[in-house]
């Protein structure tokens, strides 16, 4: 199903039980990672992830259903990130959608995938997948991004901040976070 920003983050946020995929595709690669990274937030400091990329799903398709029907040998909750995924990933996402039983949700990364790919075609029709295109944000929003960043590690900037951390990080998300990153007690 195709999402917007809002309703990916909610469903990331509080993951339903109805939703097995995650597709994050396009050129925001950083973007996507920062919004993956809401999944293990929302399960909890106990969750358990597993990392796969597009290359190990291309040789064993069957590994990512066995990896999302799979329990945590503690119980706690656990989830699967695929990073680097492409068209090699269509025959595992395919059969993870068409599984009977799933208990861990999955989030696909897939940077160089296009809206017009079988991937994000077959996750955009699915009714247990969200897919949100993920472009890389203009001078305008960056500044948002750059307060929003510092918020969530405790800063509040000063007038300009924001404005200044995103022309010197060059619009890269990933730069201003590192930039941001410092404990909450550092003076800016």
Avoid: W
């Avoid at 991004?145 to 509040?156: H, P, Q, T, Y």
Wanted: charged letters at 25%; one cysteine or more; glycine letters at 8%.
């Amino acid at each position: 199903m195709k999402a917007t920003e809002a309703r990916l983050k909610a469903a990331l946020d509080r993951p339903p039980a109805d939703i097995r995929l995650y597709l994050l595709f396009g050129p925001d690669e950083a973007g996507a990672i920062a919004l993956a990274n809401r999944l293990p937030r929302a399960l909890g400091p106990d969750a358990e992830r597993i990392d796969l990329d597009g290359a190990t799903l291309r040789s064993d398709p069957a590994r990512l259903v066995d990896e999302a029907a799979s329990l945590s040998l503690f119980g706690t909750p656990r989830h699967i990130r695929v990073s680097a995924a492409g068209e090699e990933s269509l025959a595992a996402a395919t059969a993870l959608l068409e599984a009977d039983r799933v208990a861990n949700p999955v989030v696909m990364i897939a940077p160089a995938l296009k809206a017009s790919s079988k991937l994000s075609k077959l996750a955009l029709d699915s009714p247990a997948a969200l897919a949100l295109a993920c472009y890389v944000p203009g001078a305008d929003q960056m500044e948002s991004i750059a307060n929003d960043l510092a918020r969530d590690v405790g800063l509040r900037l000063g007038a300009g901040v924001a404005r200044r951390l995103a022309a010197a990080g060059g619009g890269d998300r990933a730069v201003i976070a590192i930039t941001t990153g410092v404990p909450a007690r550092a003076p800016v």
